[in-house]
């Protein structure tokens, strides 16, 4: 095994580990706030996550994919305040509103590519952004929808909801880490390398017999359906659902966030979130302008390191091999008679 | 009948403003193939320098002079600063625009301040136009605006620059082997977006308000114009904005500005989907 895949391995038993600590190891050594930034970085990863899957696998950039978010968080609210669902119903109807908006908007985007495809998702998800500003009665427009949580699990008279602090970490942190399990077999399988081949060059994926349309449509919902887990894992967390995070801006720090982090790469998006949102929770309490750090941190990892801050790593990490590989040849030289 | 009439004709010269700064943006679209997210903050950068040109000089006409100038040398500067190094990858360029956005917001918000402002029309008074009485300033802001299009296209159609600019853009590679500085050629053109925008924040700072926040609205309707008047196609980008801004001002007449918003949004889902080419292929070149 060489050096880079033992580092590689090394940090990810240490993150892994970190990660499971957090509720105990972070107020100890911080406060108890930074569990729960942690969670939102956690929530908002995945939402960037599903920008990769569609720019950083199949080669599609879109800008919409607060639509879909956003319609992650409306089906919970709208669920548990006047469908008066339980918990993992309302769950269950803001991650298939979600998929079933990618699907219906899906047929139409994914007929274009490049910059058409980027801009009509853009307008879809203005379309529905103006349409739930002026359905107040539905969606509460800016104000949002605010409701009280029912409990995730309930045995018999005892109740465990995400009321409790450490248990609604423990539960983002599930939700999270299987979703990006479920990516990471996703990649491997052959669907995956189907969605890379189109990535690298769509015209030789159709002439190898390849549906292109079909399957930019599937990665669109999957996509979709990344967004909407995230979406109603912050309506959970935050407790309410608005209209203002179906902007486009809201897309738009995803797409940063996930080229930032490392566009391709499985822990890229979460790289990039944990950066931008670290960052501005450390400087927004001392500084109000932190925006003009993420933007000029923005504009020097594209410059300086244009495949993300995990391309970068990797980078490192092949140089690496590469010196051992070639220490390992000259060592076998020497041995020679 | 009488507020018809007016909001169509608040449409039409807005439209008239707009389309001066999607000019900006279809050239650096057209030229560069760069999704520009910060040119709605160029524009906002040309309102704040008209307010500024007044508080320090007391004199707004100077403005016309001061905004595009400081705005064409921003402008150079950031396609050599930023834009050039990422080699114009369409991808990395809507990244490092956002930033590029994010940092003008602030830098605007620290020095001008959270608040919005007002600035008052240097030409006071109104006319009777058709029955109503309508601000002479905005005749004035389309007279402007128009100028500065007619401008715009004289340059691209009579000058050396301005067929560099065509020819980069038609053909790049057989553009350098004809021994135009193309890298020039770039700078220049991002410089001369950055100024139409400018151009068109001054024109727009006294109908409007001064504000960090001024360009976030005003982006999506650019892109709007550039989509539906045909990616590259310059003629067609300012015909589609004057066309959007005034069916918005119809529509306004007799619902809310939301839905107006709405409309133009669906049409331009239709334009994309079945016209990708653009409204006005055919009509223009």
């Not at chain 1, 978010?69 to 669920?79: E, K, T």
């Not at chain 1, 602090?165 to 979703?179: E, H, R, S």
Request: net charge positive; hydrophobic share 60%; glycine share 10%.
């Amino acid at each position: 095994m060489s050096a880079a895949t033992l580092i590689e391995r090394a940090l990810l038993i240490a993150f892994a580990a970190f990660m499971l600590s957090v509720p105990w190891s972070v107020p100890a050594l911080i406060n108890s706030f930074w569990v729960s930034v942690i969670a939102e970085i956690l929530i908002w990863s995945l939402f960037a996550a599903s920008v990769n899957l569609l720019f950083g696998y199949v080669g599609l950039l879109s800008f919409g994919q607060a639509l879909y978010f956003g319609f992650g968080m409306y089906g919970v609210a709208i669920g548990i305040n006047d469908l008066g669902l339980s918990f993992w119903p309302a769950f269950g109807l803001g991650i298939v509103a979600s998929m079933a908006m990618a699907l219906v908007t899906g047929v139409f985007a994914v007929r274009l590519t490049w910059h058409y495809f980027a801009i009509i998702t853009v307008v879809f998800s203005l379309i529905f952004y103006f349409l739930a500003l002026t359905n107040k009665w539905l969606t509460g427009g800016d104000d949002g929808i605010s409701f009280t949580l029912p409990p995730t699990f309930s045995f018999g008279g005892t109740k465990y909801g995400l009321t409790d602090p450490t248990f609604q970490y423990f539960f983002i942190l599930g939700v999270v880490a299987l979703c990006f399990w479920l990516m990471h077999r996703l990649i491997g399988s052959p669907l995956g390398k189907a969605f890379l081949a189109i990535r690298d060059n769509d015209t030789r994926a159709s002439l190898i017999g390849l549906n292109v349309y079909v399957l930019r449509l599937i990665a669109f919902v999957l996509a979709g359906f990344l967004a909407g887990v995230a979406g109603a894992l912050f309506a959970f967390f935050g407790r309410y659902a608005s209209a203002s995070y179906m902007f486009y801006h809201v897309s738009g720090e995803a797409v940063v966030w996930a080229i930032v982090g490392g566009a391709g790469t499985l822990f890229g998006p979460l790289v990039g979130t944990s950066i931008f949102i670290v960052v501005r929770e450390v400087v927004s309490s001392h500084w109000e302008h932190h925006s003009l750090i993420v933007g000029i941190v923005a504009i020097l990892v594209v410059i300086f390191a244009p495949r993300g801050i995990v391309g970068l790593w990797r980078q490192w990490m092949a140089q690496l091999a590469e010196r051992g590989d070639a220490a390992a040849i000259k060592s076998k030289l020497r041995t020679e008679p | 009948m009488e507020k018809l009439l007016l909001l169509a004709m608040n449409g039409l010269i807005w439209g008239l403003i707009i389309a001066l700064i999607a000019l900006g943006l279809a050239i650096i679209f057209g030229l560069l193939d760069i999704i520009n997210l910060a040119h709605g903050d160029f524009f906002m950068v040309g309102t704040v320098l008209a307010w500024a040109t007044l508080q320090s000089t007391g004199n707004f006409w100077l403005a016309f002079i001061v905004a595009p100038l400081i705005g064409f040398i921003l402008g150079a500067l950031i396609q050599r600063m930023v834009i050039q190094p990422i080699h114009n990858a369409a991808a990395l360029s809507i990244v490092a625009t956002f930033g590029l956005s994010l940092i003008l917001q602030e830098s605007v918000r620290i020095t001008f301040g959270p608040t919005p402002r007002r600035i008052l029309p240097p030409i006071q008074g109104t006319v009777p136009l058709f029955g109503i009485d309508y601000e002479i300033y905005r005749l004035f802001a389309a007279a402007v605006a128009i100028v500065a299009i007619g401008g715009f296209f004289v340059f691209l159609h009579r000058t050396q620059l301005g067929t560099w600019m065509r020819a980069v853009r038609h053909d790049r590679d057989t553009a350098i082997a004809m021994g135009i500085p193309a890298k020039r050629v770039y700078v220049l053109t991002f410089g001369i977006g950055f100024a139409l925008a400018c151009v068109g924040g001054v024109v727009a700072a006294p109908i409007t308000t001064v504000d960090f926040r001024g360009g976030v609205d005003i982006l999506p309707f650019c892109f709007m114009a550039v989509i539906i008047g045909g990616l590259g196609n310059l003629p067609g980008t300012a015909a589609a904005a004057i066309l959007l801004a005034f069916l918005e001002g119809v529509i306004q007449s007799a619902a809310s500005p939301t839905v107006a918003r709405i409309s133009s949004l669906v049409l331009m889902s239709a334009v994309l989907l079945l016209r990708p080419q653009g409204l006005f292929k055919g009509f223009a070149r």
